[in-house]
């Protein structure tokens, strides 16, 4: 079970992003966390599934992270997390801090695809969490980056169907995964492979 004190960093993180978000006009500006079910659907889903190369693609300040970081700490491994706003990182790298639980993770600031693009991998678990839009270019880079057992996960299926849609497509043809949309929380895709090769 998470320990508590992290679980209190995570409720008042939650509850001061969902205030910001209420009051904020600007999109850039909004935290936009997860859901906590769907936080506590990966933690479980990570941790039972023993995953220790993880990539978050969207820190935001930490929520998700934070929730990734505990899994990687439970099954020995790490978290790169990669966010274009300084700011926020700024904010993650805090609440990290706060949380006991910056030594498992790495923050990347800037452009996810640019930086994807330069990762060496491997990785066996991929959460996209940021813009949509570009998740379709990111997955193509991440691919020869993969274990052969290996994760992909993506929030807002059911709230952003139609910006989501060219990475559902992207996913739907890859060979060797099997596929499901969970409705949880905004609506999460799952795309799971345990071998490279039939
Ligand atoms: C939905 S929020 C992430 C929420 C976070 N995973 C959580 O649950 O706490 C999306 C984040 O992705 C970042 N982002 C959006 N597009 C990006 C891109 N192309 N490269 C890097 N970061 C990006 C935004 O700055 C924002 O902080």
């Known amino acids: 079970m998470i320990p508590h004190d992290i ?9 001061m992003g969902q205030k910001n978000d209420a009051e904020t006009q600007e999109k850039s500006k909004k935290m936009l966390n997860l859901e906590p079910d769907t936080a506590q659907f990966l933690h479980l889903f990570i941790q039972s599934s023993r995953r220790t190369r993880i990539l978050e693609i969207g820190t935001s300040n930490g929520y998700s992270t934070i929730w990734l970081a505990w899994t990687a700490s439970v099954t020995g491994g790490q978290v790169i997390s990669i966010d274009r706003d300084p700011q926020k990182q700024e904010q993650a790298e805090m609440n990290l801090q706060r949380a006991g639980l910056r030594d498992v993770v790495e923050l990347k600031c800037g452009d996810a695809t640019q930086i994807v693009a330069g990762l060496p991998g491997p990785f ?5 969490d940021a813009d949509r839009y570009s998740a379709p270019e990111q997955l193509a880079f991440l691919l020869p980056k993969l274990t052969p057992d290996v994760l992909l996960l993506a929030d807002n299926v059911l709230s952003h169907p139609q910006e989501i849609a060219v990475y559902l497509s992207a996913v739907e043809a890859l060979p060797l995964f099997d596929k499901v949309i969970l409705p949880i929380g905004k609506g999460l895709s799952i795309a799971y492979r345990s071998r490279a090769e039939s």
């Not at 995570?10 to 509850?15: I, S």
């Not at 066996?124 to 996209?128: E, G, L």
């Open 7 to 15: 679980r209190v960093v995570l409720t008042e993180l939650y509850e």
């Open 124 to 128: 066996d678990c991929v959460f996209f």
